[in-house]
């Protein structure tokens, strides 16, 4: 429910065309075009793609073919580092 959650408030307020969501882009409701200027928002947004990431790497790493055997200890050495990141910026959860 915790990954929905995050799903459908991402999907409202950065990636579908929704009045929230057009707020990200348009500078004191006037329509400019631009970065995010909702600091919160995008703080909120950046912090939850971090936590993705890690993830992300290690999804990729399970779809290579074949890697070269001297790939493996880079990839225990990103899972070790991976894990100590988890330990520290998601305590008791996963991502």
């Not at 995010?36 to 290579?64: C, L, P, R, T």
Request: aromatic letters at 10%; charged letters at 25%; zero cysteines.
């Amino acid at each position: 429910n915790k990954r929905k959650e995050l799903y459908d408030l991402m999907s409202h307020v950065a990636t579908h065309a929704t009045p929230s969501g057009l707020r990200l882009a348009a500078k004191d409701g006037m329509g400019e075009i631009g970065p995010f200027y909702d600091e919160n928002k995008f703080q909120a947004w950046a912090e939850e793609a971090a936590k993705m990431a890690g993830h992300a790497g290690v999804i990729f790493s399970q779809a290579m073919k074949n890697p070269d055997r001297k790939l493996l200890p880079i990839k225990v050495a990103y899972m070790e580092k991976l894990g100590v990141w988890r330990q520290k910026y998601l305590p008791g959860g996963n991502p």
